[in-house]
């Protein structure tokens, strides 16, 4: 195995943090509040996901911030296989989100 391929291999068991901006259509704001509230509930219960958190912009209200914390790919994978991950995949896709940009980071727990 390649030692890109081995540092990738490596990675998948640290933790990832997901960042998402996401600019909101106005108009689906009273659509998007409660199935994003019910994917945060339910992305909290599942296993290896330490944090789900969904911040608004004070000042432009259909701009938020979801930060995510795994404990590994594994369970970032199983987390895209949910349903309620699937609603916010599908209000995406029919155009409720007008702008989704997606961070991704691995890295290694340093302060405990």
Known sequence: ????????????NKPWAIVVHAEID??????????M????E???????CH????LRDPTQNNKFIFYELYASMEDIEYHKQQSHYQAWADFKASGGALSS????HVGESVVV
């Open 1 to 12: 195995m390649s030692t890109a391929a081995n540092n990738n291999n490596n990675n998948n």
């Open 26 to 35: 106005p108009a689906r704001l009273e659509e998007f509040l409660p199935m």
């Open 37 to 40: 509230q019910h994917n945060a």
């Open 42 to 48: 339910q992305s909290r219960q599942e296993p290896g």
């Open 51 to 54: 944090r789900f958190d969904v």
């Open 101 to 104: 940009v997606t961070y991704k």
